[in-house]
């Protein structure tokens, strides 16, 4: 019984998927098999005059013997199979003449593609005319950047990352080509950061499933398709997700040589595969090996005081560098420095707090100059008052004064300008933060119900310096 064209595709790529190496790794990935299905059902169809139709109509190897030299012979037959898959359809058609004469128990033999240079290929092919018509890949040797910027929330540690690749590439055009972020959570899986199988419809062609390619994999396409200009991957909150979840077997490419290289390669066929398409790197990853090169970069944030689920180990850590962005208020927006009406009071803030802990720390902002109803004066009297309760917690052995994390501190970058704008806005944010995750087991400082200072300082106008008092 002669089977329909769509049993005849099924059968065909489960003959494909029981290929295997001598290691007993699949010798075919989905995407290669899709490509080689796809071919041999449609690129028939693109030959004037067409020499046949769907081939796996054909279930006979005498009748596809025939028709297989009619294609060969065809005038276009080069160009069609330039302009399908780079060679796809010549490999498909070597396939699928083993598979219907040997049957199900027949064995692949290797194949290698044509590799098509790209002067060679027509104008429809869709390869970016940058790169020459020659174009070779060669290693440049660089300094590659891995490092992580870490500290408390809103140290400006994301606004560091953002001036490093504005430096790098003052246009945001070039710049946005070049650089990809994403952000790590708990739910950020491998196959979201490197790349998977996805089903696709489109009119042309029933359902069929191709790899769609992550924001790692994209971007170190761009780094090795242009090997003398920088590309950056910016992974914000890198210790929110799992992390060596997330990386998988691409954690080994970290090691990197003096020459920005990866000590170590990674055998990776999706990733080779996609890379494959593009017929400048055709021959590059032929074997299926990948690494990083020399200009691809990775810039990660991590802020030091989540109460994070997952924690980013020591053999992950060792292959960054890690540069700790300190609590710096001098490095601040000339406008974020003015006096808000959320921090207004009438009594002077040097007589407020004479007779406090915090007197001499006052006096000293007053005589420098930075004693201000502002943000920067906020936060600093709140991160001195932080130090004084750990002193006196370690230097008084007071076990009930629980020390508070010095990354429990508050930043310059902690609140936007348009936050300290609005009073509602600052207290349900900084006001609930240090009442929740800061002075929880401090029986001095804000003791009252979070309803009970919010009542007091949002309805009744209350100095919200007075909270440090």
């Known amino acids: 019984m002669k089977n329909t064209p769509s049993e005849q595709e099924r059968v065909f790529r489960e003959w494909m998927r029981r290929?295997?190496?001598?290691?007993?790794?699949?010798?075919?990935?989905?995407?290669?098999?899709?490509?080689?299905?796809?071919?041999?059902?449609?690129?028939?169809?693109?030959?004037?005059?067409?020499?046949?139709?769907?081939?796996?109509?054909?279930?006979?190897?005498?009748?596809?013997?025939?028709?297989?030299?009619?294609?060969?012979?065809?005038?276009?037959?080069?160009?069609?199979?330039?302009e399908n898959g780079n060679g796809t359809f010549g490999v498909a058609l070597k396939l699928y003449q083993v598979f219907l004469s040997q049957g199900m128990q027949g064995v692949a033999p290797d194949i290698d593609a044509p590799f098509y240079l790209k002067h060679q290929a027509s104008a429809n092919t869709g390869y970016s005319e940058d790169r020459g018509v020659d174009f070779r890949y060669v290693e440049v040797a660089m300094k590659p950047v891995q490092c992580i910027y870490y500290g408390a929330p809103g140290t400006g540690k994301s606004y560091m990352v953002r001036r490093i690749l504005e430096a790098e590439y003052p246009d945001k055009q070039e710049r946005d080509a070049h650089c990809k972020r994403l952000i790590f959570h708990p739910t950020y899986k491998y196959e979201d950061f490197v790349g998977s199988i996805k089903p696709l419809i489109s009119l042309d062609k029933p359902l069929d499933y191709v790899y769609s390619a992550g924001p790692f994999t994209s971007l170190l396409k761009e780094a090795f398709s242009h090997p003398s200009e920088k590309y950056y991957l910016v992974i914000e909150e890198i210790n929110r997700g799992n992390t060596p979840a997330i990386f998988g077997d691409l954690f080994q490419l970290l090691d990197r040589q003096e020459n920005?290289?990866?000590?170590?390669?990674?055998?990776?066929?999706?990733?080779?595969?996609?890379?494959?398409?593009?017929?400048?790197?055709?021959?590059?990853?032929?074997?299926?090996?990948?690494?990083?090169?020399?200009?691809?970069?990775?810039?990660?944030?991590?802020?030091?005081?989540?109460?994070?689920?997952?924690?980013?180990?020591?053999?992950?850590?060792?292959?960054?560098?890690?540069?700790?962005?300190?609590?710096?208020?001098?490095?601040?927006?000339?406008?974020?420095?003015?006096?808000?009406?959320?921090?207004?009071?009438?009594?002077?803030?040097?007589?407020?707090?004479?007779?406090?802990?915090?007197?001499?720390?006052?006096?000293?902002?007053?005589?420098?100059?930075?004693?201000?109803?502002?943000?920067?004066?906020?936060?600093?009297?709140?991160?001195?008052?932080?130090?004084?309760?750990?002193?006196?917690?370690?230097?008084?052995?007071?076990?009930?004064?629980?020390k508070i994390p010095e990354n429990k501190k508050l930043g310059p970058f902690f609140v936007s300008d348009e936050e300290l704008e609005n009073r509602e806005n600052f207290i349900n944010k900084v006001i609930f933060y240090l009442k929740q995750d800061v002075f929880t087991y401090s029986g001095h400082y804000m003791p009252d119900s979070y309803e009970d200072i919010y009542l007091k300082y949002m309805e009744l106008g209350e100095d919200l310096f007075k909270l440090l008092m």
């Open 260 to 402: 920005g290289k990866s000590q170590y390669a990674v055998q990776n066929v999706d990733i080779s595969s996609y890379f494959s398409r593009d017929p400048g790197l055709k021959k590059l990853f032929c074997e299926g090996w990948i690494w990083l090169p020399a200009n691809f970069n990775i810039l990660a944030t991590m802020n030091t005081a989540d109460d994070n689920i997952f924690v980013l180990d020591n053999a992950f850590k060792r292959r960054f560098k890690l540069d700790y962005v300190r609590i710096n208020f001098d490095d601040m927006p000339e406008t974020w420095l003015r006096e808000y009406d959320t921090f207004a009071g009438t009594m002077p803030l040097t007589a407020m707090f004479m007779g406090t802990p915090l007197e001499s720390y006052v006096q000293l902002l007053s005589r420098t100059g930075k004693l201000k109803r502002n943000w920067p004066t906020f936060a600093m009297l709140v991160n001195r008052t932080i130090d004084m309760l750990n002193i006196e917690a370690i230097s008084k052995d007071r076990p009930e004064l629980a």
């Open 19 to 82: 290929q295997m190496s001598e290691n007993g790794m699949r010798r075919y990935t989905d995407n290669a098999i899709i490509a080689y299905s796809y071919a041999l059902r449609t690129a028939c169809h693109k030959m004037v005059p067409p020499v046949a139709g769907n081939l796996f109509t054909i279930d006979n190897d005498g009748e596809f013997e025939g028709i297989y030299a009619r294609i060969l012979a065809a005038p276009d037959y080069d160009q069609v199979n330039q």
